[in-house]
């Protein structure tokens, strides 16, 4: 069980380094190319690498009968639909609002598994955990989460990264309750469902695509490689086998290093508040995660 659990925290702690670097990738990516067909050709790539391992692989996918509408939801809920409303959203509102908007994840699936996952249950220490985790990451991001960005479609920008949010949430629900399966195809499908829908909206809204500049080809490679089809199957290990409410313990590390990262290769100012934030989100994931902590480094 230690060597188990050790491999899931190595896998959040990854994911969270990862999707922390996403977002200034985004900002230079998105002067090449617009919102939709960014996400597009994100997903697409990453869909196109699964695929190809999962069919060298052998191409097998579940071990008993499954049901398909909910894959369908969950490949809707984890890539177009959240991609589509953050970039949509981040339009309208603050980079910090969106960060906090992401912290909330946990919020949304803490009572979500306590209704649909078995084992997963809504204690009272799991939940003080969480909300100083989540207070943590309100402090780091500070002010900047509740600034105005004076757009006349704020309010709905704000909406939609909260949509996102809850997406996320049903979309990791969804994954745990499905039956034995092979995670790299699961992670194909999905990728592979969420460019069927994300296509087609980017050509509605943003028409025909046009042909982005070397540069920005490479930063969508990065994105499409690292961030989304790497990162995309280890959640999908995470979710099947630690379960949901361990997953989102990346979403508070995720803040953390977009701050650093921004801090040093982007000259962004550390907040002053840095230590203490950190203190708090490392206490609450500290406290949900006590048990699992305690297995981690028990001896024998």
Not at 166 to 187: E, H, K, M, Q
Not at 221 to 244: D, M, Q, S
Not at 268 to 289: D, F, K, R, V, W
Request: proline content about 6%; glycine content about 10%; overall charge positive.
């Amino acid at each position: 069980m230690p060597d188990r659990m050790g491999k899931y925290w190595a896998m959040i702690a990854t994911l969270g380094l990862v999707w922390g670097g996403t977002f200034p990738l985004i900002k230079f990516a998105l002067e090449g190319i617009t919102p939709f067909w960014l996400a597009a050709g994100r997903i697409g790539f990453a869909a196109a690498l699964l695929c190809t391992v999962w069919v060298w692989r052998g191409g097998g996918l579940f071990k008993e009968k499954t049901n398909w509408p909910a894959v369908m939801i969950i490949g809707a809920a984890s890539t177009a639909l959240p991609f589509m409303l953050i970039n949509w959203g981040q339009q309208h509102v603050s980079a910090g609002f969106t960060g906090l908007s992401m912290a909330a994840i946990p919020l949304f699936v803490l009572p979500l598994a306590h209704l649909f996952v078995p084992g997963e249950r809504m204690i009272l220490r799991r939940t003080i955990g969480f909300v100083i985790g989540f207070v943590g990451v309100a402090l780091l991001i500070g002010g900047k989460a509740f600034e105005s960005s004076n757009s006349e479609l704020e309010l709905l920008g704000r909406f939609a990264c909260l949509s996102a949010a809850a997406c996320y949430a049903v979309s990791s629900i969804l994954t745990r309750r499905l039956p034995p399966v092979d995670p790299v195809g699961l992670a194909a499908i999905l990728l592979v469902i969420g460019s069927f829908i994300i296509v087609p909206v980017a050509w509605t809204l943003e028409g025909p695509p046009a042909l982005p500049d070397s540069r920005t080809l490479a930063i969508i490679a990065f994105l499409g490689l690292i961030p989304t089809a790497a990162a995309n199957f280890l959640r999908v290990i995470v979710v099947r086998e630690a379960g949901p409410t361990f997953m989102t313990l990346t979403n508070y590390q995720v803040p953390v290093w977009a701050v650093v990262i921004g801090a040093l290769f982007l000259d962004e100012a550390l907040p002053g508040s840095m230590l203490l934030a950190m203190a708090l989100i490392l206490s609450g994931l500290c406290i949900s995660q006590w048990g699992a902590l305690r297995r981690l480094f028990a001896q024998g």
